[in-house]
């Protein structure tokens, strides 16, 4: 739990999280970061975000099950559970 509550401490992850619950499937990571470079403040490069996201965020959600990469890695899929959606209502 303490896990879950540190990884949605993070709004870009909370964000990312959200835009992966829309999402039927995986999605590849540079579409993420440009969906999520729409809904990020200010004005952020998206190439950027690739990398933040492949080294950060998405390293952190994986551990705790909340996102699946595919086999390959090129995409990704949300895979989070009960417990992560209360706690995404909260916030």
Same mark, same amino acid.
């Given at each position: 739990m303490d896990a879950v509550f540190g990884v949605l401490s993070d709004a870009r992850r909370r964000r990312t999280i959200r835009i992966l619950q829309t999402r039927e499937g995986s999605i590849s990571v540079p579409a993420l970061a440009e969906t999520l470079a729409a809904r990020e403040p200010g004005d952020p490069d998206p190439d950027r975000l690739v990398v933040s996201l492949q080294h950060v965020h998405l390293p952190k959600l994986e551990?705790? !099950?909340i996102v699946?990469?595919?086999?390959?890695?090129?995409?990704?899929?949300?895979?989070? !559970?009960?417990?992560?959606e209360r706690l995404l209502e909260q916030v």
């Open positions: 551990t705790t !099950g699946e990469y595919t086999s390959d890695r090129s995409g990704v899929q949300y895979g989070g !559970g009960p417990l992560v």
